[in-house]
């Protein structure tokens, strides 16, 4: 209310209502990085979950959050320390315990949160779980266990079921898998709990006290991977897997740690099973070496200055070799150019689980299978099969291509803002960047000419099938004219993908074609 019509004693009738900006801020906003969102993780995923009920406990605890450390290795349920606004470090695969460690000794006032997934934490990181536990180091654990490996494909792994099937278990999982309750009780944990996500008010409860309990605490958040494990055991929707917990999971605290194994369909025991007292690394450290702090010992904190320090100098850095690429070379090449080229060059780029690298593939057998051109393909990804950043590279050409491999691309059709950021520096003079228009911000100082299409908006919203995006992505490339007809690109498209899918993928790829031409279209009228 202005201060004159407060001066006439006027009633601010909006007075206590929220404004816009306070309605949309989320509660958890202040300790999630919104600006990495949205995250990879999979419709139907329990991660989400498991990292709600973690900030609902630490906003609850009281701890001084600028003390407060997450680390995750990798995998999936990695990707957490990513997304929390924190110091939180993202670390090596079986590795995040022993850096944890490191955290905690030179920073002993710190609480030192690791968050990851079964696979990292109990195969990879197996060893270094039993020996933090032994230790009885001060950290919190929680491991969230979708019993498989979700990120690299939904293979087998240490928790795995007996007799459940995964991509490396077909036939059904022969080993036996860890208890992990049992496995961090017997080496040393002063704290174990088990909750499914599904249980998440319990499951916050024991975050809650496994972050304000001294020594090593481990709490077990069996979580549902329905696109891989579920896929492979009749669960395939996250639902399926709510439903599963909900008739499986039965409450019994206290429970001797070894009762509490899973079977492929038998009980999944939740509780508390572990609450003890015994001497911390650190407690144990002072008492032995009363002198001296862990930190001050290893030298880690307030090292003295040495004549190092003050003369180093670093070496310069060698010229970086590039290949001088001159538009003689690549050409200038317009939107409405680029089909009648001779040498075009195409990089379609995303993160793992978007379809790039077969939407790469659909392209380059297009042009070879179909155009009867030169084509070559290239991929790049990570050992992610999701989320992590993937590309894939296309030469045309209606000579023999001498070079392979993408060096100043004509066309860039990204599909995500680390893919964008990465790549859209190469874009050749001319060239063309379509972006899925939900998931990239182009930097509107390149003078770059975006086509935007929401690739991923069409087949979610229109088609009923994300996994089509690559396909839009493709009808897309194929309006702004990627040195590919049309023709073989559509034909190459029904011949890639799975049997009984054909009409999907046609719709998708005209789709795509439809929209980027009235984009462009319009762009002309403009
Ligand atoms: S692959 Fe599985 S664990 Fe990974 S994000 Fe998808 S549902 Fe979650």
Avoid at 305 to 332: H, M, N, S, W, Y
Wanted: proline share 6%; with cysteine; hydrophobic share 40%.
């Amino acid at each position: 209310m202005s201060e004159e019509a407060q001066g006439m004693g006027m009633v601010d009738e909006l007075a206590g209502v929220p404004t816009v900006e306070e309605i949309e801020r989320h509660p958890m906003d202040d300790l999630l990085r919104g600006e990495r969102l949205p995250h990879i993780w999979c419709q139907g995923c329990g991660i989400g979950t498991a990292v709600s009920c973690f900030i609902s406990a630490l906003m609850r605890s009281g701890l001084d959050l600028d003390k407060v450390a997450v680390v995750s290795g990798i995998g999936c349920t990695g990707r957490v320390a990513g997304y929390i606004r924190l110091d939180s470090f993202h670390t090596t695969h079986g590795r995040a315990i022993p850096f944890a460690t490191g955290l905690k000794l030179a920073n002993p006032e710190m609480k030192v949160v690791v968050f990851s997934g079964d696979g990292d934490l109990i195969a990879i990181g197996g060893n270094h779980f039993i020996h933090a536990a032994r230790r009885n180091m001060d950290l919190t654990v929680i491991c969230v266990n979708n019993f498989n490996y979700g990120m690299t494909g939904g293979q087998m792994g240490p928790t795995t079921p007996t007799e459940a099937r995964t991509s490396t278990s077909r036939r059904g999982n022969l080993e036996h898998p860890f208890n992990v309750p049992y496995l961090a009780a017997a080496a040393g944990a002063t704290y174990v709990a088990r909750w499914t996500v599904l249980h998440a008010r319990r499951l916050e409860r024991s975050i809650y006290k496994a972050l304000l309990k001294p020594g090593f605490t481990v709490v077990e958040a069996i979580s549902p991977c329905p696109t891989l494990y579920g896929r492979w055991n009749r669960k395939k929707y996250g639902t399926d897997m709510f439903e599963y917990y909900h008739q499986q999971a039965v409450i019994r605290h206290d429970a001797q740690p070894w009762e509490v194994d899973i079977g492929l369909a038998g009980e999944i025991v939740c509780g508390e099973f572990v609450d003890v007292e015994r001497p911390t690394f650190q407690q144990m450290y002072e008492r032995l070496h009363p002198d001296v702090r862990p930190a001050e010992d290893l030298g880690l904190l307030h090292r003295p200055p040495t004549e190092l320090d003050a003369g180093f100098e670093p070496a310069p850095l060698p010229p970086i070799d590039v290949r001088e690429v001159t538009p003689a070379q690549v050409g200038t090449v317009s939107t409405a150019q680029v089909s009648e080229a001779e040498h075009v060059e195409m990089r379609l780029c995303g993160f793992g689980g978007q379809g790039i690298v077969l939407a790469g593939l659909i392209a380059g057998k297009a042009v070879a299978l179909h155009d009867h051109r030169e084509a070559t393909f290239t991929q790049s990804y990570g050992p992610e099969s999701r989320g992590g950043a993937c590309s894939a590279a296309i030469v045309v050409s209606d000579e023999a291509i001498l070079y392979p491999y993408v060096t100043r691309p004509n066309l860039i059709a990204a599909m995500y803002q680390e893919a964008y950021t990465t790549y859209h520096g190469q874009l050749a003079e001319g060239g063309v960047l379509l972006i899925d228009e939900d998931l990239v911000q182009p930097d509107p100082e390149t003078g770059q000419r975006v086509v935007p299409v929401p690739a991923t908006r069409i087949a979610e919203q229109e088609l009923g099938r994300a996994q089509v995006a690559n396909v839009v992505m493709l009808g897309a490339i194929a309006a702004v004219g990627g040195g590919i007809s049309t023709e073989a690109l559509r034909q190459s498209v029904l011949e890639s993908v799975p049997k009984g899918t054909e009409e999907l993928n046609a719709r998708a790829f005209d789709r795509g074609y439809e929209y980027a031409q009235g984009v462009m279209a319009s762009s002309i009228a403009e």
